[in-house]
């Protein structure tokens, strides 16, 4: 069986990002448990994270930034959200873009159905202005 998704704000393709201003991307998972699977990671530099990165006991809620440190700036970088079902039936997947005084955007809100078997991506390119 497919994902099915629920488009709150479709995947924008490419998002415009300027680190020099303060800019950043905050991300979320919200999922409705027993156990989450998910992974976060790059073209450029891999996999940066997954659930197990986060201390505790598995949660329902899953928060990071991304692009806060001048090391993670990169042109035309492909960013990308793996999920699977397996232990867990339904995500929802939110970026938004902040900057020094807060929320500038909500970028990126989808939710996700799946069964034991299934996986998906969502993928998006960053664009440094």
């Given at each position: 069986m497919a994902v099915t998704?629920?488009?709150?704000?479709?995947n924008p393709q490419t998002v415009p990002v300027s680190p020099t201003?303060?800019?950043f991307l905050f991300f979320r998972i919200t999922d409705k448990g027993p156990g989450p699977r998910f992974s976060f990671a790059t073209d450029v530099k891999g996999q940066l994270l997954n659930q197990g990165t986060f201390p505790g006991p598995a949660s329902t809620k899953y928060e990071w930034t991304y692009l806060r440190d001048p090391s993670d700036v990169q042109q035309f970088e492909l960013?990308?959200?793996g999920l699977l079902f397996a232990t867990n039936a339904?995500?929802?997947y939110q970026?938004?873009?902040h900057g020094p005084a807060g929320?500038?955007?909500?970028?990126?809100?989808?939710?996700?159905k799946g069964t034991p078997t299934d996986f998906d991506t969502e993928v998006f390119r960053v664009l440094i202005v």
């Open positions: 998704r629920v488009h709150h704000i479709p201003s303060g800019q960013l990308s959200v339904e995500y929802r970026v938004s873009l929320l500038i955007r909500d970028l990126l809100d989808i939710e996700y």
